[in-house]
């Protein structure tokens, strides 16, 4: 917690002589700025928002794993994570995989996550995922706002395998009071899906509302799920 301060997650800062190095964000941990910015990502870019955290077995393989709660206020939050680049027999990769019981919570403040696969984790055994929301758990994952702007990309389109998904949700919430919320998936033919919905409601109060799904040829996909826009 800061008292207005911003704050930084960064991870892999040494990627250019050792890759991987990623965030996990315990189940109990809670990270509020009190109206400041919150950056969760990585890479060797200085800081800047081109780089990403990516996964390795600390963080089960996850460039960023979210199982708490973000909370910036005024505060812009973002988070960048990358899939694993190596396999795991048993683990579920992806470059921002957040829980059911996960929330991210801004009020003016824009929230930006932007997920991708591994270029060179060429693995089917297992699934390695761009973004994944409400993946396990109970609950219901919220990501919402007041009038900031949600802007959520899943990137698979650089790894043309199967079991990848761009953007999946299961059990979430995504909301603002007039806030525009964009859901955008690039992906590659052969992965499973492009955007992949279930049991998910996207509510953008008065602000405008994209879904914005792959070209490449893989399937988006909606079940039990509802988009509002006033």
């Known amino acids: 917690t800061s008292q207005g301060g911003a704050i930084t997650y960064w991870s892999d800062s040494d990627s250019t002589t050792v890759a991987g190095g990623g965030v996990k964000i315990a189940a109990a941990a809670s990270i509020n700025s009190n109206n400041a910015a919150i950056v969760i ?15 390795t077995e600390a963080t089960s393989h996850r460039g960023v794993y979210l199982m708490g709660s973000v909370t910036s206020g005024t505060g812009n939050i973002i988070i960048r994570g990358e899939d694993s680049a190596s396999y795991f027999a048993t683990t579920y990769g992806g470059g921002v995989i957040v829980e059911k019981s996960s929330a991210i919570e801004a009020t003016t403040g824009n929230i930006t996550i932007h997920g991708q696969t591994s270029s060179g984790n060429s ?3 297992q699934w390695h995922d761009a973004v994944i929301l409400g993946h ?3 609950g219901t994952t919220s990501i919402k706002t007041t009038t900031g702007a949600i802007t959520i990309t899943g990137d698979s389109s650089n790894n043309n395998s199967a079991n990848r998904y761009a953007f999946g949700t299961f059990t979430t919430n995504i909301s603002s009071t007039s806030g525009p919320i964009t859901n955008k998936a690039n992906s590659s033919a052969t992965n499973d899906n492009s955007l992949y919905f279930d049991g998910t409601d996207i509510n ?8 914005v799904g792959g070209s490449s040829g893989a399937p988006d996909y909606f079940y039990n799920s509802r988009l509002t826009s006033n």
């Open 204 to 211: 953008s109060g008065t602000g405008a509302l994209a879904l």
């Open 136 to 138: 396990i758990g109970t």
């Open 41 to 55: 990502s990585g890479g060797f870019s200085n800081m800047s928002t081109a780089g990403f955290a990516k996964g």
């Open 123 to 125: 693995d089917v055994t």
